[in-house]
Structures are given as structure tokens and as C-alpha cells.
Nanobody, 127 residues
Framework: QVQLVESGGDSVQAGGSLRLSCAVF????????MAWFRQAPGKEREGVAAIATLGGSTYYADSVKGRFTISQNNAKNTLYLQMNSLKPEDTAMYYC????????????????????WGQGTQVTVSS
């Protein structure tokens, strides 16, 4: 059973940076696709970034391209999301997700394609 634990959320001012981490526990075989989703109050959960754990291909939502970077440290079983130039509209609960499916533009925008989820970490960006 895969368990995901996020950390790193905080309150920052616009233009600031944060790095989120997601520790992966309990997986005998690494999930094929790891992703970050976010959900703001009253909005649907949306895909932010994803990475194919074998090969390292990355996927980003248009709204975060050039500002966010997803990466992984396989030795530490940890997923990261480096967020720079943060904007108030980035305010949301951020969730780490994992799937034993191959990453693609199709699944990285569809939370129902991911079976395993963390509890979330709050990011608040003030103007």
C-alpha cells in the first residue's frame, strides 16, 4: 500500500518561492507516474505537474510553466515541487498523487486516474 506524505506548504507573499516535498512509503515498485494537484476553495482539483518516474519526462499545466519545476529523488523516495514567482492565484491545497499508469497529457489532468493521494499541504500567496 503506497502512502504519500506532503510537506512544505506555507504562507508567502506574491513573487516568493516555496518547495513542496512528498515522501513515498510502502511501495515495493515505484509508481510509474507521480503528480502534484491543487484545489482551491470552490474549484475542481487540477493537475499542476507530473513526472514519469522511469525516464523523467515532465508535464506542466500552462498556468505554471516556467515557474514550477517537478523533480524526484529516487534514493530518498521523495517527490518535489519547486514553486517560484508565486501568484495569489496559486493559493490552494496541494496534493501529491501516484499512479501505476504511464504518465501522459491525458492522465496528468485527471485526478480520477490516480489511486494514491497524500493528505495535502496548504499554500497561501498574498498580494
Amino acid at each position: 500500500q503506497v502512502q504519500l506524505v506532503e510537506s512544505g506548504g506555507d504562507s508567502v507573499q506574491a513573487g516568493g518561492s516555496l518547495r513542496l516535498s512528498c515522501a513515498v512509503f510502502g511501495s515495493t515498485y515505484s509508481p510509474y507516474c507521480m503528480a502534484w494537484f491543487r484545489q482551491a476553495p470552490g474549484k475542481e482539483r487540477e493537475g499542476v505537474a507530473a513526472i514519469a518516474t522511469l525516464g523523467g519526462s515532465t508535464y506542466y499545466a500552462d498556468s505554471v510553466k516556467g515557474r514550477f519545476t517537478i523533480s524526484q529523488n529516487n534514493a530518498k523516495n521523495t517527490l518535489y515541487l519547486q514553486m517560484n514567482s508565486l501568484k495569489p492565484e496559486d493559493t490552494a491545497m496541494y496534493y501529491c498523487a501516484a499512479a501505476y499508469k504511464y504518465c501522459s497529457d491525458f492522465i496528468t489532468q485527471r485526478p480520477e486516474q490516480f489511486k494514491y493521494w497524500g493528505q495535502g499541504t496548504q499554500v497561501t500567496v498574498s498580494s
